[in-house]
């Protein structure tokens, strides 16, 4: 059996001692680096399959470690907690995103989440699930062959969560991916058009395609 290796980019002894902790309690391997250039030549070395990564590092920031980095998972943990942080974090590559201080169990869940994302082609124009399907590039979704009108907050929610069909897709992600897109909403106004979506999708075709996964997100109903 593979075991996943988390490399912990953090410059405070205490925070990464305290997650070095909880990470290896669950089974995963852990490896340290306590800056910007000794996380990179510990990523030619180890190969993590998951980064957690402080910003504000000695000598290389974190910020130049991100653009530095291919192909690997990277959760930022940080004391910035501006939309505008988040989104720019977000376009350097950063896979998500958590605030200092942070709960254990969402730290834990957010990695598991990372650890099943496998990638996907962002050009791929046509997406497909069930009885689902995606016109990336013409907006037009249809189930069951037939036509579906959503708002183009909708249509950006379904065709995230179709992307990542295979996995739980978190709040915090959700709503960063959207402000991507100039889409700005709020976790209480996230439900609603959540909620309007699943609607307008089970008219269609009497089932519920999108699961809220308490405490964590929402994903595509795979039943």
């Known amino acids: 059996m593979n075991i996943n290796r988390i490399l912990v980019v953090d410059d405070d002894e205490n925070i990464g001692n305290l997650i070095e ?7 995963y391997l852990v490896t340290r680096a306590y800056s910007g250039s000794e996380a990179l030549l510990m990523v030619e070395k180890e190969k993590p399959n ?6 504000m590092l000695p000598g290389v920031t974190g910020e130049r470690v991100m653009e530095k980095i291919v192909n690997i998972p ?15 974090l977000l376009s350097l590559g950063a896979n998500d995103y958590m605030t200092k ?9 957010r990695v598991a989440v990372q650890l099943r994302i496998k990638p996907t082609k962002m050009e791929q124009n046509n997406l497909y699930f069930q009885d689902i399907s995606i016109d990336c ?5 249809k189930v069951k062959e037939s036509e579906i009108h959503l708002t183009k907050t909708e249509f950006s929610i379904l065709e995230i969560l179709m992307r990542n069909s295979k996995i739980v897709v978190t709040k915090s992600k959700l709503l960063d991916l959207l402000s991507l897109e100039n889409i700005e909403i709020y976790d209480n106004s996230l439900k609603v058009h959540i909620s309007h979506l699943r609607t307008k999708l089970k008219e269609k075709s009497n089932h ?3 699961e809220a996964v308490w405490g964590v997100g929402f994903k595509l109903n795979n039943k």
Request: proline share 2%; charged share 30%.
């Open 50 to 55: 998951l980064i957690i990564l402080d910003l």
């Open 208 to 210: 519920d395609y999108i």
């Open 21 to 27: 902790e909880i990470l290896v309690r669950e089974g």
């Open 137 to 141: 590039e013409g907006k037009i979704v």
């Open 74 to 88: 990277v959760i930022v943990l940080s004391a910035k907690i501006s939309v505008e942080d988040k989104v720019n």
């Open 101 to 109: 201080p942070f709960e254990i169990k969402e730290l834990l869940a």
